[in-house]
C-alpha cells in the first residue's frame, strides 16, 4: 500500500518526532511511504480567517501535490478535517472541485487511517505512563474521528488511560482565534489545564500539534511538570 505523508506546518516546524514517528508506524504495518516535496499549508488559518482566495491558492497546491497519490495520511485530525472542505471551498471551479473530492476520499488522519483502512487496533507500543487525552475539535466534530485514538491507546502496554473531565470543550486554540482574542483563549486553556490536572496524569496526549503547542505552553508558563506527546509518539514508543 503507498501512502504520500502530509506533515504540515506544525508538524514540519515544531514537531518532527510526531512525524517520523508516524512514517515509522506506518512502514510498521506495511506501507511504502513518500513525500511529496512540493506540499505546502493546507490553508486553513486564511481559510478561517475569511480569506477564501488565498485559502484556494493553497488547496490547489495541495491538490496537485497529492495528485498522484494512492493514500494521503497526515498526524494532524485538523488538517485532514481541512482537506475535507476543498471540495465546497473550490466548487466554483468544475476544473478543480472533482480532484478535491478524489484528494478528500483519499485523505486520513493517521490514527483513523490506522484503524479503519489497515485494520490496525494494536501498535505493539508499551509506555509505563499515567496519560489523559485531549479530544481535538477539528478532529472530532468535523473530520468525525473519535473512537480510533482512544482504542489504539487503550493497547498500548503499561499505559494507565485517564479519562479527561470535560474532555470535549475546546483548548482555545482554534488556529487564528488564538491570536484574535488572546484573553478569551487564555482562559480557555486554563480550564483546560485544571481539567488535565486533575487527573494527576504524567502525560497529556493529543493528536493535534496546534492543541499541544496551546496547552503546552500554557502548562510551561505555569510551571507544571505535566509532558505533552502527540500519540503518534506514544504509539510508536517501546520500552
Keep these: 500500500m503507498k501512502v504520500s505523508f502530509f506533515i504540515t506546518c506544525l508538524g514540519d516546524m515544531f514537531y518532527p518526532n510526531a512525524g517520523k514517528a508516524s512514517v515509522q508506524l506506518l512502514e510498521k504495518f506495511g506501507c511504502t511511504v513518500d513525500f511529496p516535496t512540493s506540499q505546502t499549508c493546507c490553508g486553513q488559518p486564511a481559510f478561517n480567517s475569511g480569506y477564501h482566495q488565498d485559502a484556494k491558492k493553497a488547496a490547489k497546491q495541495t491538490i496537485t501535490a497529492f495528485a498522484d497519490s494512492q493514500y494521503v495520511v497526515t498526524p494532524s485530525g485538523s488538517c485532514a478535517a481541512m482537506l475535507h472542505e476543498y471540495p465546497q471551498l473550490l466548487q466554483d471551479e468544475p476544473e478543480w472541485s472533482s480532484d478535491a473530492e478524489l484528494l478528500t476520499q483519499k485523505s486520513y488522519e493517521l490514527t483513523q487511517f490506522l484503524v479503519e483502512v489497515l485494520g490496525v487496533e494494536n501498535t505493539g507500543a ?17 473530520l468525525g474521528v473519535t473512537s480510533a ?3 489504539l491507546l ?7 488511560m485517564i479519562d479527561l473531565p470535560n474532555k470535549h470543550d475546546c483548548c482555545g486554540f482554534g488556529g487564528t482565534f488564538a491570536v484574535k482574542m488572546p484573553k478569551i483563549s487564555k482562559e480557555m486553556v486554563d480550564e483546560k489545564v485544571s481539567c488535565i490536572q486533575e487527573t494527576e496524569a504524567d502525560i497529556l496526549i493529543g493528536a493535534d500539534a496546534g492543541c499541544l503547542m496551546n496547552i503546552g505552553g500554557r502548562l510551561t508558563r505555569k510551571n507544571d ?15
Design 126 to 142: 508499551s509506555f509505563k505512563a499515567k496519560a489523559t487525552y485531549h479530544t481535538s475539535c477539528h478532529m472530532i466534530r468535523l
Design 225 to 239: 511538570a505535566i509532558k505533552v506527546m502527540h500519540i503518534a509518539e506514544v504509539l510508536n514508543h517501546s520500552e
Design 154 to 160: 487503550d493497547n498500548v502496554e503499561g499505559l494507565e
Design 149 to 151: 485514538p482512544q482504542t
